[in-house]
């Protein structure tokens, strides 16, 4: 059982930066990729980026591929979500997320995770 809590959203302006932060707790944080996941009012939960259990590989989906930097730090049990160049399409709940231990693929489908946080909402005003 891996408990997640999400931190860090707010408001901000295009253009602006946000570093959002999610800390587990409950099973070894080290044997789990983590994954973050954000969704829009009336839109469907969507992949934002993954991270392998070590560290070590790094996946990101295309809308924010070189803005945004997942990195984890297994020593605090957290995940981090670094946003820069922040647009307001970006705009939406974002959860962190994970499901069995020491899995060797990252899934981008939410139903794949069985563990999330409850969210923390980002606004990007234009």
């Known amino acids: 059982q891996v408990q997640l809590v999400e931190s860090g959203g707010g408001l901000v302006q295009a253009g602006g930066s946000l570093r959002l932060s999610c800390t587990a707790s409950?099973?070894?944080?080290?044997?789990?990729?983590m994954v973050w996941f954000r969704q829009a009012p009336g839109k469907e939960r969507d992949f934002v980026a993954a991270?392998?259990?070590?560290?070590?590989?790094?996946y990101y989906a295309d809308s924010v591929k070189g803005r945004f930097t997942i990195s984890r730090d297994n020593a605090k049990n957290t995940v981090y979500l670094q946003m820069t160049s922040l647009k307001p399409e970006d705009t939406a709940v974002y959860f962190c997320?994970?499901?069995?231990?020491?899995?060797?693929?990252?899934?981008?489908?939410?139903?794949?995770?069985?563990?999330w946080g409850q969210g923390t909402q980002v606004t990007v005003s234009s």
């Open positions: 409950g099973s070894t944080f080290s044997a789990y990729n």
């Open positions: 997320a994970t499901d069995q231990p020491w899995r060797s693929t990252f899934y981008t489908r939410p139903e794949e995770y069985e563990y």
């Open positions: 991270i392998s259990w070590s560290g070590g590989r790094t």
